[in-house]
C-alpha cells in the first residue's frame, strides 16, 4: 500500500506543476564526458505574482548518456539571486505564510527543485528559499535571497497581505 502511495504521488506531482516558465540564461560546463557535459545553468523568472521581482537560479545538471535522455538525477546543488527590478507591485494579496511559486523537475520521477517564496514582516522583505525535494526523502541543500520591499525612484511598493 506504501509503495502504491508513493507512486501515486509521484505521477501526480507529473501534472501539478506551478505555471512559471523559466528562461535559460546559459550553461557553464563543468566536467567533460563524450557525450553531454556535466554543467552548471542559469535561468531567470518573474515571481509570478509580484511585478517588479525577477529571479535568477544556478543548478547542476548531470550529463553523459542519462543526462542526454533524461534519466539522470540532477545533484542538490543550488543558488538564488533575487532582486528589484522595477516598482513592485501584486495584483493580489500576498499571504503572511509560504508559498510555493516555482518547481522544476530534477529527475524522472522523484526529485524536485521548488522555490518558495516566504515573508518578513517585521523586516519588509520578501524571502526567496530554493530547496530540493524528493518523494521520500529531501536535502538540506538550500540557498536564499531576500527583497526589500522599497520605493523605486517616486513609486512605493503596491503589496497589501493577507493573513
Same mark, same amino acid.
Not at 554543467?39 to 525577477?54: L, M, R, T
Not at 528589484?84 to 493580489?92: D, N, T, Y
Given at each position: 500500500?506504501?509503495?502504491?502511495?508513493?507512486?501515486?504521488?509521484?505521477? @501526480?506531482?507529473?501534472?501539478? /506543476?506551478?505555471?512559471? %516558465?523559466?528562461?535559460?540564461?546559459?550553461? &557553464?560546463?563543468?566536467?567533460?564526458?563524450?557525450?553531454? %557535459?556535466?554543467?552548471?545553468? &542559469? /535561468?531567470?523568472? %518573474?515571481?509570478?505574482? +509580484?511585478?517588479?521581482?525577477?529571479?535568477?537560479?544556478?543548478?547542476? /545538471?548531470?550529463?553523459? +548518456?542519462?543526462?542526454?535522455?533524461?534519466?539522470?538525477?540532477?545533484? @542538490?546543488?543550488?543558488?538564488?539571486?533575487?532582486? /528589484?527590478?522595477?516598482? +513592485?507591485?501584486?495584483?493580489?494579496?500576498i499571504p503572511d505564510k509560504k508559498e510555493n511559486i516555482f518547481t522544476q523537475r530534477m529527475s524522472l520521477l522523484f526529485k524536485d527543485l521548488n522555490v518558495t517564496r516566504l515573508l518578513d514582516k517585521p523586516n519588509n522583505t520578501l524571502v526567496y528559499l530554493v530547496v530540493s525535494e524528493r518523494v521520500i526523502e529531501g536535502s538540506p541543500y538550500n540557498s536564499i535571497s531576500g527583497v526589500p520591499l522599497m520605493p523605486w525612484g517616486d513609486k512605493m511598493p503596491e503589496v497589501t497581505f493577507k493573513k
Open positions: 500500500m506504501k509503495k502504491l502511495l508513493l507512486a501515486a504521488l509521484a505521477l @501526480s506531482s507529473l501534472f501539478f /506543476q506551478p505555471t512559471v %516558465n523559466a528562461e535559460e540564461v546559459g550553461c &557553464v560546463s563543468t566536467t567533460w564526458r563524450v557525450v553531454n %557535459n556535466d554543467k552548471v545553468c &542559469v /535561468q531567470s523568472f %518573474n515571481d509570478p505574482d +509580484i511585478e517588479g521581482v525577477v529571479c535568477h537560479l544556478s543548478h547542476a /545538471q548531470t550529463g553523459g +548518456i542519462s543526462g542526454a535522455l533524461g534519466l539522470a538525477e540532477n545533484p @542538490s546543488r543550488f543558488a538564488i539571486s533575487c532582486r /528589484q527590478v522595477g516598482p +513592485i507591485k501584486a495584483e493580489k494579496a
